[in-house]
């Protein structure tokens, strides 16, 4: 698809894409270098609660005739609080032009962003609350649980269910260290064989 996408990359205004439950965006480079960003993949978490988030949706405000991506508007309901009340209220959380300082939302500016957020931690930290959906709170509990639980799984023999429980577990709040190299990595590019390229490689390594 990478080899497609570049192929193409004149045609292709805007990737928009699901599964991954976070909201986070992936950043294709040029393949010869990987030094030159020409699309980036545009992912705006779920509806599901999946790994104890809070749901969310996305509203694209977008250019009519070339299809490119202007802005967004995120949307997040609090799942406590909808129980407690018996209904959802789905708030506006952040737009990427207002929240993270976006001067538009081409490719290049991606790649800023990732730069910025290496040095400013409270623009980062921001960055990662919104991939969690807004629910630090949850993340922590989890990572509460999993870690007595981690420690049962071992004295069974378990270690492949560890594998699996050390994602969320890395990822609790505060993200620092080795959670945000991972969560900049990953956005930093979409091809998982670059990312020990020289350009990236003081990030993913």
Not at 27 to 50: M, W
Not at 170 to 198: H, M, W
Request: glycine share 4%; charged share 15%; net charge neutral.
């Amino acid at each position: 698809m990478h080899d497609i996408l570049e192929q193409y990359k004149d045609t292709v205004a805007a990737q928009l894409y699901g599964h991954t439950h976070y909201d986070e965006f992936h950043i294709f480079n040029d393949r010869a270098t990987n030094t030159k960003p020409f699309s980036v993949a545009l992912i705006p978490g779920s509806l599901t609660t999946y790994q104890n988030f809070n749901p969310s949706f996305r509203v694209y405000t977008y250019n009519r005739t070339s299809g490119s991506i202007l802005d967004w508007q995120q949307y997040t309901a609090n799942v406590t609080e909808a129980n407690l009340n018996g209904y959802a209220d789905w708030a506006p959380t952040y737009t990427p032009l207002t929240t993270y300082g976006f001067n538009a939302l081409a490719p290049g500016d991606f790649q800023n962003f990732i730069s910025r957020m290496q040095t400013n931690d409270t623009l980062f930290n921001e960055f990662a609350f919104n991939a969690y959906r807004n629910d630090w709170g949850s993340v922590l509990f989890v990572h509460t649980l999993l870690q007595s639980l981690s420690l049962v799984l071992h004295a069974i023999n378990r270690l492949p269910v560890l594998k699996i429980l050390c994602f969320t577990i890395c990822f609790a709040s505060p993200c620092t260290g080795k959670c945000k190299k991972s969560l900049l990595c990953r956005a930093a590019t979409a091809n998982n064989d670059l990312y020990k390229q020289v350009q990236i490689s003081a990030l993913c390594v």
